[in-house]
């Protein structure tokens, strides 16, 4: 099983970056997915979540900002973060969880059943 993230870079505030979660060894529709990301000092924290069947979560900070997607049939997950920020610096990384649940997105870092290696996303003028 591999994650393999990607679409990481530097970004001037306001910017626009597109995170991509590749998959390999697993199929995706039994997975909830999640991006967590993790700042320097910081501990590890949730960003965005997609339950199987579509349904989503953010993180009170990124609300309205940051889209999840995912497309099962490419075993692909995606983060569409606009309107960056400077405090949204950090390594980005996607996990899979997988479950019975269609709906669940309640899954927290120590529950995760794969990560993926990190992308790193810098937001700075």
Same mark, same amino acid.
């Given at each position: 099983v591999q994650l393999q993230a990607s679409g990481g870079g530097l970004v001037q505030p306001g910017g626009s970056l597109r995170l991509s979660c590749?998959?390999?060894?697993?199929?995706?529709s039994t997975y909830s997915m999640n991006w967590f990301r993790q700042a320097p000092g910081k501990e590890r924290e949730s960003v965005a979540a997609i339950s199987r069947s579509g349904h989503t979560d953010y993180a009170e900070s990124v609300k309205g900002r940051f889209t999840i997607s995912r497309d099962n049939a490419k075993r692909t997950l995606y983060l569409q973060m606009n309107d960056l920020k400077p405090e949204d610096t950090a390594? $980005? $990384?996607?996990?899979a969880k997988f479950? +019975? %649940?269609?709906?669940? @997105?309640? +899954?927290?870092?120590?529950? =995760? %059943? $794969?990560?993926? =290696?990190? @992308?790193q996303v810098t937001v700075s003028s």
């Amino acid at each position: 099983v591999q994650l393999q993230a990607s679409g990481g870079g530097l970004v001037q505030p306001g910017g626009s970056l597109r995170l991509s979660c590749a998959a390999s060894g697993l199929a995706l529709s039994t997975y909830s997915m999640n991006w967590f990301r993790q700042a320097p000092g910081k501990e590890r924290e949730s960003v965005a979540a997609i339950s199987r069947s579509g349904h989503t979560d953010y993180a009170e900070s990124v609300k309205g900002r940051f889209t999840i997607s995912r497309d099962n049939a490419k075993r692909t997950l995606y983060l569409q973060m606009n309107d960056l920020k400077p405090e949204d610096t950090a390594v $980005y $990384y996607c996990a899979a969880k997988f479950t +019975f %649940s269609d709906i669940r @997105t309640d +899954f927290g870092k120590n529950d =995760q %059943s $794969y990560w993926g =290696q990190g @992308t790193q996303v810098t937001v700075s003028s």
